[in-house]
């Protein structure tokens, strides 16, 4: 969901809930900056006519309904992003520290991948529902004011989705295509992160004891790899939980995956790619 705010919390070495404290803030700044982007990119995933591109979407999107219609859907990460954050670096940190013989171990790459993997798993518990409801809220065109809008907010949301489809199908809708998403996109991302932290790093030096600005440039690549690890998976992922009604069967992934590709082509796997680079 938000591949760049753990940062903090892989560079820290306090305390735990100054970690989370720092990671929390991290989060919510990530999300302010970072959300009319994400509106944009969300908006092409889910619209094959709407829009020509990223410009276009912003254009008709601030025309038409506003600047801030680009911060639609911000209230269920700004409030969860502490959540998922210490959730996702918890798992991460258990399972680096299970594969570990020492404490003082540098890993290979394969292994951080196999921890970002997993982290990335667990993390989904939490970031789908707020991921779902972000989408809902994103793909609404228009204002509650004018009539335009079915939903007032996230709150209301959760509340209209589990009243018509129950918990599993309303607010955990699209749960299994976050796990996979989630899984292959923390993989990339922390072993993207931790391979340009040691490339960065002066030989003999500690790869945990760079700059901020080496940190960031790490960062960098550590989310570039997370999206191109996970983005055709992403787009599957943005259909299911904005369509209406929930998905059917038990392989509805693999089904999106082939009916995106048969009806829009090999391109709409890639709509939207341009503003998260």
């Not at 996979?180 to 340009?196: Q, T, V």
Request: charged content about 20%; proline content about 5%.
């Amino acid at each position: 969901m938000t591949e760049i705010v753990e940062i903090t919390d892989i560079a820290s070495q306090k305390s735990g809930w100054e970690d989370f404290v720092a990671g929390n803030f991290a989060g919510m700044a990530q999300v302010f900056v970072g959300q009319p982007l994400d509106t944009i990119k969300v908006r092409l995933q889910i619209e094959n006519t709407k829009f020509k591109g990223p410009m276009d979407c912003l254009m008709q999107t601030v025309r038409k309904e506003g600047f801030l219609a680009l911060y639609k859907g911000m209230a269920s990460p700004l409030v969860g992003i502490g959540a998922v954050n210490a959730l996702l670096f918890a798992a991460y940190s258990r399972i680096k520290s299970i594969q570990a013989t020492s404490l003082d171990e540098q890993l290979p790459l394969h292994k951080i991948a196999i921890a970002g993997a997993g982290a990335g798993a667990v993390n989904s518990v939490l970031a789908s529902p707020v991921e779902l409801l972000k989408i809902k809220m994103q793909a609404q065109y228009g204002s509650t004011k004018g009539g335009g809008a079915l939903y007032k907010g996230p709150l209301d949301c959760a509340q209209h989705l589990i009243r018509e489809f129950g918990i599993r199908n309303g607010l955990f809708r699209g749960f299994w295509a976050t796990v996979f998403r989630e899984i292959p996109a923390y993989a990339g991302f922390y072993s993207g992160f931790e391979f340009a932290k040691r490339k960065l790093t002066p030989e003999g030096a500690d790869p945990n004891a760079l700059p901020p600005g080496k940190l960031m440039i790490a960062g960098s690549f550590g989310g570039l790899s997370y999206w191109l690890c996970c983005y055709p998976l992403d787009v599957v992922k943005s259909k299911v939980q904005n369509q209406q009604n929930p998905p059917k069967g038990a392989f509805y992934i693999l089904s999106t995956l082939k009916s995106i590709y048969k009806n829009e082509g090999a391109k709409a796997l890639t709509r939207g790619i341009t503003p998260t680079s």
